[in-house]
T-cell receptor, first 113, second 116 residues
Framework: GNSVTQMEGPVTLSEEAFLTINCTYT??????LFWYVQYPGEGLQLLLK?????DKGSNKGFEATYRKETTSFHLEKGSVQVSDSAVYFC????????????FGQGTRLTINP | GAGVSQSPSNKVTEKGKDVELRCDPI?????LYWYRQSLGQGLEFLIY????????KSGLPSDRFSAERTGGSVSTLTIQRTQQEDSAVYLC??????????????FGPGTRLTVT
């Protein structure tokens, strides 16, 4: 089946630290990959995406590269800010059918000043 | 422009009662999705609409759950004879539809359902 596994949280870092949140997937077809973010009190919003192998998605200083050989899509940011505190979800979607999102369990990130 | 809206934002109901949750998608979005976010199960897909039809209902957890969409717009998720395990945040998302690469899904703020 299709599934997403992301690193367990919660993760707590100091401001300006380097961030990595690991994400791996299994898929029956060729998926597109996404990172969604849920800020406190707000709805889910798309952070970045990649639709084919070796694509790099980037937004707000965050990056993730679609690695087909390792079935991974790790999220990175070089210098985090307090405002990055949120829950981050890795997700996949197949190109056929409903194109529904399959989510990882979410990683709660807290950045301390 | 207006995003996806959901109502009510919060619903507290007694076990055994029926509830209806409403979703207003972004105008022009033909695809509509319902997801559920709960502590035990994370974020899980429930049902997908393409226009008014639901070609994928595979995520509905039991026959107590049903959904409809009318006029290619508003959707209602109905839960009959609610149980405590139905307590969760119910999220609606909408998107454009195309072949090949999936379009971005835009999420509403959710309805928090508490079954007492």
């Amino acid at each position: 089946g299709n599934s997403v596994t992301q690193m367990e949280g919660p993760v707590t870092l100091s401001e300006e630290a380097f961030l990595t949140i690991n994400c791996t997937y299994t898929a029956t077809g060729y998926p597109s990959l996404f990172w969604y973010v849920q800020y406190p009190g707000e709805g889910l919003q798309l952070l970045l995406k990649a639709t084919k192998a070796d694509d790099k998605g980037s937004n707000k200083g965050f990056e993730a590269t679609y690695r087909k050989e390792t079935t991974s899509f790790h999220l990175e940011k070089g210098s985090v800010q307090v405002s990055d505190s949120a829950v981050y979800f890795c997700a996949l979607s197949l190109r056929e059918g409903a194109q529904k999102l399959v989510f990882g369990q979410g990683t709660r990130l807290t950045i301390n000043p | 422009g207006a995003g996806v809206s959901q109502s009510p934002s919060n619903k507290v109901t007694e076990k055994g009662k029926d509830v209806e949750l409403r979703c207003d998608p972004i105008s022009g979005h033909t695809a509509l999705y319902w997801y559920r976010q709960s502590l035990g199960q994370g974020l899980e897909f429930l049902i997908y609409f393409q226009g008014n039809s639901a070609p994928d209902k595979s995520g509905l957890p039991s026959d107590r759950f049903s959904a409809e969409r009318t006029g290619g717009s508003v959707s209602t998720l109905t839960i009959q004879r609610t149980q405590q395990e139905d307590s969760a945040v119910y999220l609606c998302a909408s998107s454009l539809v195309g072949s090949g690469f999936p379009y971005e899904q835009y999420f509403g703020p959710g309805t928090r359902l508490t079954v007492t």
